[in-house]
């Protein structure tokens, strides 16, 4: 079931959709998680804070209105188990809940953005996890066989 609402951020208005980990912003598909303080589009995390009509996003304050959205508890078997390691702000992120199959980096390793850091198997599918962001891998927080959960920190990149 996909929820609706208008946004307004800095003065410009945006159509959101949300279905389930994927939010749609005017149409376009970003697939989201969080774990505490950090929410993470397409595997990008980045700190949010809410105050009032303002959102705080890695130290950016942004003016917001937001429409049409009714907020419900979320039924039992929605709610999503915690993550067991926290995530930082270059933490790379699984997208969806499987088991780590290949890594292709380890600690110290030097990456560029579109790096393929590790083979996540999900439904019987081979998922490549890239990182966005060039960088040393500064921690690597899973091995091979380990199952991860949707939003859980596979890696960090610095």
């Known amino acids: 079931m996909s929820r ?7 003065g410009k208005k945006h159509a959101i959709e ?3 980990t994927t939010l749609f ?5 970003f697939v989201i998680g969080t774990s505490n ?3 993470t589009l397409d595997g990008i995390a980045y700190h949010v804070r809410l105050e009032e009509n303002k959102a705080i996003v890695d130290g950016q304050e942004f003016a917001f209105e937001s429409s049409g959205f009714k907020s419900r508890p979320a039924a039992k078997k929605e709610i999503a188990k915690k993550p067991k390691i926290e995530a930082s702000k270059g ?3 699984s997208v969806m809940p499987g088991a ?3 890594m292709f980096v ?3 390793d030097i990456v560029e953005p579109g790096s393929v850091l590790m083979i996540l ?3 019987k599918m081979e998922n490549e996890i890239l990182t966005e962001r060039g960088g040393v891998v500064k921690k690597v927080h899973v091995a091979i066989g380990d199952k991860v959960e949707a939003g859980q920190p596979l890696a960090d990149i610095e």
């Open 25 to 29: 912003i005017d149409e376009i598909p």
């Open 106 to 108: 380890k600690l110290g």
């Open 37 to 39: 303080e950090f929410v």
């Open 100 to 102: 780590i199959i290949k």
């Open 18 to 20: 949300v279905d389930g």
């Open 121 to 123: 198997e999900a439904m």
């Open 91 to 93: 933490s790379v992120l």
């Open 4 to 10: 609706q609402f208008k946004l307004k951020v800095d």
